[in-house]
């Protein structure tokens, strides 16, 4: 299981900075694999949101967790809702760019996402929310529920078909390659 | 392996699927391998403050204390100090405890103000020559300061020279009457020096503003108001 984030006791700033190192990777993970285009600043955004909830957060280190990726969640939907209302961005296309060595960037991409980030991004959206919150956020199915505001056994049949697709999406390119 | 991953597939009844096992762990540690850099305002709430006394004393300067605790101070030593004097007064010699008796009795008999009034206007009076007597005589018609007219300073000197004439104790009525105006005339003395006018003057301003003609009119006629001009005929004397 997730390491108690607060499992440092001492004074709120003390528990706090235990609760970022501890869910800070995890949040930066979930807001990267959603396609958030600055998820560093989107993580500094929860935590600060979190930073002025912490002391009147209830339910323990469960709570601490929940509350930290329902804030996160916010912010994705919040980011998408903008996105929606922005034009339309072209993607950079590679075959027209004349440099032939690999940029900073790209390196870095190719570091953080790999082949089963690109895996995720196959499932659609729901199937794909469960399955960062449970996998990377570390939630239980009670937890996910709650942040995604809907019944348990429809998060887990959301979970279970996201298995199923992952599973036969990984089939097909183990035949493929 | 997480244990997320073994949680989550043994809700969806699939443990015994190594692939998707490794797929799940594969994206658990690519997102989240990399640690975000908090932003500045993140630090801030999760650095420590050094408390501020802290950073008083190792700035090594002290508050200086208030205006009351200082004067608390000052009369306490104050306090102290007087209680210490007394205390070895007390111990001390009955021959010091008598010094400083003494000492205390002479400043509380420097202080008597009929004391030091008495023995200036004895002293005055024993030196006064009697010749004197005459230019106050001449100088007195100039003194009508005190508010009576013309007619009355000369009905005044009218009645002194009678009781001039006819009283024996002439002297000793302008002694008494030097007693009671010296200490006016002393302070016109040396301005009145050089000139038998200036000098009235000043012994007129000063005379009449006491009651030494008022007393010597009472008690021995003219030779008061006389004795208490000569007084600064005899200032004038020894400035010259």
């Known amino acids: 299981m997730l390491r108690d984030p607060s499992a440092h006791r001492g004074t709120s700033m003390e528990r706090f900075t235990a609760a970022y190192r501890e869910l800070a990777p995890r949040v930066l993970g979930y807001l990267r694999s959603h396609g958030v285009d600055d998820p560093e600043a989107a993580t500094d955004d929860v935590f600060l949101a979190l930073h ?26 919040d980011f998408h809702r903008a996105q929606a209302r922005r034009p339309m ?5 590679t075959h027209e760019d004349p440099r032939r060595s690999a940029s900073a960037e790209e390196v870095a991409i190719s570091m953080v996402g790999g082949p089963a980030t690109a895996l995720l991004a196959h499932l659609g ?29 429809s998060v887990k049949q959301l979970q279970r078909r996201a298995l199923e697709s992952m599973r036969s999406l990984l089939a097909k390119e183990t035949i493929d390659v | 392996m997480s244990e997320f991953v073994d949680v989550l ?17 594969e994206l658990e540690r690519e997102t989240t391998t990399v640690r975000p850099m908090p932003s500045a305002t993140l630090s801030a709430l999760m650095s420590p403050k050094r408390p501020l006394s802290a950073r008083v004393g190792t700035r090594g300067a002290r508050r200086r204390p208030s205006f009351a605790a200082r004067s608390a101070i000052i009369a306490s ?72 007219s013309e007619a009355d300073h000369a009905s005044r000197h009218q009645r002194d020279g009678s009781q001039n004439g006819d009283d024996p104790n002439s002297e000793s009525n302008a002694g008494s009457g030097l007693a009671s105006g010296d200490t006016k005339s002393d302070s016109s003395g040396p301005e009145a020096s050089g000139s038998g006018e200036s000098g009235s003057d000043a012994s007129v ?36």
């Open chain 1, 89 to 93: 961005q072209v993607p950079f296309e």
């Open chain 1, 52 to 77: 002025r909830r912490f002391d009147s957060i209830e339910g323990g280190d469960a709570g601490v967790r929940t509350l930290t990726f329902s804030i996160a969640h916010a912010r994705l939907v």
């Open chain 2, 9 to 25: 597939l043994a809700e969806s009844e699939l443990s015994d699927d190594m692939l998707l096992r490794e797929l799940l762990g």
């Open chain 2, 77 to 148: 030593a104050a306090v102290i100090g007087v209680v210490a004097l007394g205390a070895g007064a007390a111990a001390a010699s009955p021959a010091t405890r008598s010094a400083i008796d003494a000492g205390v009795a002479a400043i509380a008999h420097l202080f008597e103000p009929s004391h030091g009034l008495g023995t200036h206007g004895t002293t005055k009076h024993g030196a006064h020559p009697p010749e004197t007597h005459g230019i106050h005589q001449h100088l007195s018609r100039f003194t009508p300061s005190d508010g009576t």
């Open chain 1, 125 to 153: 959206s729901a199937q794909q929310e469960v399955i960062s919150l449970r996998v990377i956020a570390g939630l239980s199915l009670e937890e996910t529920a709650q942040v995604m505001d809907r019944s348990v056994g």
């Open chain 2, 205 to 240: 301003q000063s005379g009449d503003a006491k009651s030494g003609d008022s007393h010597g009119g009472d008690s021995g006629g003219g030779d008061s108001g006389h004795g208490g001009r000569g007084d600064d005929a005899g200032g004038h004397a020894t400035n010259h």
